[in-house]
């Protein structure tokens, strides 16, 4: 796979790509007021969530259940506040 190194950087670029789109996002959005939303914060950040889905695509894996529980959830350790890496 990659060096952490690598992930680290990986996930540097996800993250800011994740606060632009983010912030545009809610610029254009249309609020509803009349309805509450339950937005209830994920436990896994959504850079995280692409960093996840960079790795499976560049490894050599064909199914992705057999990545997440064999090489992420025993081989990744805890890096940032929210989980993954």
Do not use: W
């Not at 499976?56 to 997440?68: L, Q």
């Amino acid at each position: 796979m990659f060096p952490e190194s690598k992930v680290t950087e990986i996930y540097c670029m996800a993250d800011d790509f994740c606060k632009e789109f983010t912030f545009q996002q809610e610029k254009y959005m249309i609020k509803d007021k009349k309805t509450n939303h339950r937005n209830n914060p994920n436990h896994i950040s959504d850079a995280e969530i692409m960093v996840i889905l960079i790795l499976f695509h560049s490894g050599g894996f064909r199914c992705f259940k057999h990545y997440y529980k064999e090489y992420v959830c025993k081989h990744e350790t805890p890096f940032s506040a929210s989980g993954f890496l």
